[in-house]
Structures are given as C-alpha cells and as structure tokens.
C-alpha cells in the first residue's frame, strides 16, 4: 500500500459561528444524523413551525403549575449542561441530532451572546430546559428537554414570556410536533417565514430591542417591558416568578 492508503481522512473543519448566524439568517439550519456523526446538513424545511407570541397555550394544569412556583427557573445559568443534556439519548429518543460540531458552535455562540439557554430545576437538580439562538428580534428555539413531569412546558411558558417582555416578534419551531402544537405551535409556508424573518432581523445592529431592532433576552430580569412600552398596571414587576409569567402570557399587548 502506498502512504496515501495509510493516511487518516481529513478532519471535518469546524462550523464558523458567522456561518451559523449567516445560515439562520436566511431560513436555514444545521442537523446531524446522530451524535456520534462528525457530519453536518443543512435544512430549510418547506413548512415551518413557528409559536406565535401572543398565541400560547396556557392550560389551567400548566398555570396552577406556574403560580405555584413547582420549579425554579433560570435563564443561562447552565447553558453548557442544558445543551448537553439536550443531546443525551433517552427511552423516548434514542439517538439526537446534536452531534460534537453542532455542540461545539453553538456553545461558541452562547459566549458570544447569541446563544440562551432556560433551565428548570427541581431543587438542585437540573429537570429540564431549552435552548436556542437570538439574533434580531427572532428567537431559533433547538431543541428542548424534560426528565421531570411538565418540565419542557414550563420552560417554553417562560420563554415565550421572556421574548415578549424583551420585544422579540419571532419563535422559529423548525418543525411542528404533537408537543409543540398543544403549547401553541402552528405550520406555515417558507415564504411566510422567510417574511416574518426578514421582518424579525431587520435592523439586527447596536444593543437594545426599541432602538435598534435587536431583542433584549434579559428584560425580563430587570422588570422592563419593551414589549408594551412600560410595565402593564395589572402587573407587578420585580424578580420574576411563576405568577408574573402566567400574567405575561394572558396580558394583551
């Protein structure tokens, strides 16, 4: 055999965060096979599963649930581990589609500050979460993860009230699922999205939602509602709780 017979294949270089925000900003998104591939497609599906902010499922389980503070919630306290526990197989999933690059770039996102995560905790152990990518006012939700009865709800109902606090117009779904759908979801055509889309990042420059076109993930902590103008007199703001995300998501803007 010849020394080029012998030679390893050439490593699959790394996804460019540029490339990734650039790709989102046109419709398209990355996927695996599996995780334990090293290879990556790209994906711009025909119909498009977005959640309309001002359009979730608030059901009287999940409310009594919120209200009574069943778990605590936090944004981007442990992006690494939700993103890592979103690319765990379990009995319902036995393989993802987060494989090593994917991870890689989009922890490299969230140091960039694209990238959030929502945690729900149940005590001390993490239960649950999501995570996804901000750019505009457009939020690409990736991948969710419940290991606790609701967990995965909760987390959605604090991120939809969290985007609309913070001025988001868009929550990208990618594909509608039973789950999805019952918290809200819908299915609309690539050209729809692609409008809503260009509409969400139009003017994607410069810090702050009112100004320059950009969402403000972090309004929400600090008791502002850019989503309004000022706070709704109906509610309450201050460090956020079950009870204030339940007025968010019934509040009319």
């Not at 990734?20 to 695996?32: C, E, H, I, R």
């Not at 690539?190 to 139009?202: N, T, V």
């Not at 420059?205 to 076109?213: F, L, T, W």
């Amino acid at each position: 055999m010849t020394d080029a017979e012998h030679a390893a294949p050439d490593p699959i270089p790394p996804i460019d965060p540029n490339l990734m925000l650039g790709a989102y900003s046109v419709g398209v998104f990355p996927m695996a096979d599996g995780r334990d591939t090293d290879e990556v497609y790209w994906v711009e599906p025909t119909e498009r599963a977005i959640l309309p902010l001002d359009g979730f499922h608030l059901s009287r389980s999940l409310r009594k649930k919120l209200v009574a503070d069943r778990f605590r919630v936090t944004a981007d306290h442990a992006f690494t581990r939700i993103l890592a526990l979103c690319a765990q197989s379990d009995a319902s999933r036995p393989d993802t589609w987060i494989n090593p690059p994917i991870e890689r770039v989009t922890n490299q996102l969230h140091q960039l500050g694209f990238a959030h995560s929502i945690e729900v905790w149940d005590g001390d152990a993490l239960v649950g979460g999501l995570y996804g990518i901000a750019l505009g006012r457009a939020f690409f939700g990736e991948s969710m993860v419940s290991r606790a009865r609701d967990a995965s709800k909760v987390a959605m109902a604090w991120l939809v009230a969290r985007l609309r606090v913070g001025g988001y117009t868009l929550l990208d779904c990618q594909f509608l699922t039973d789950h999805l759908a019952s918290l809200g979801a819908i299915e609309i055509s690539r050209a729809d999205y692609l409008s809503a889309l260009s509409s969400s990042i139009s003017g994607a420059v410069g810090s702050g939602a009112s100004s320059s076109g950009v969402g403000d993930f972090f309004a929400l902590d600090r008791g502002a509602s850019l989503a309004w103008g000022s706070p709704p007199p109906a509610i309450e703001f201050g460090p956020p709780t079950g009870k204030v995300i339940a007025q968010l998501l019934t509040q009319t803007s």
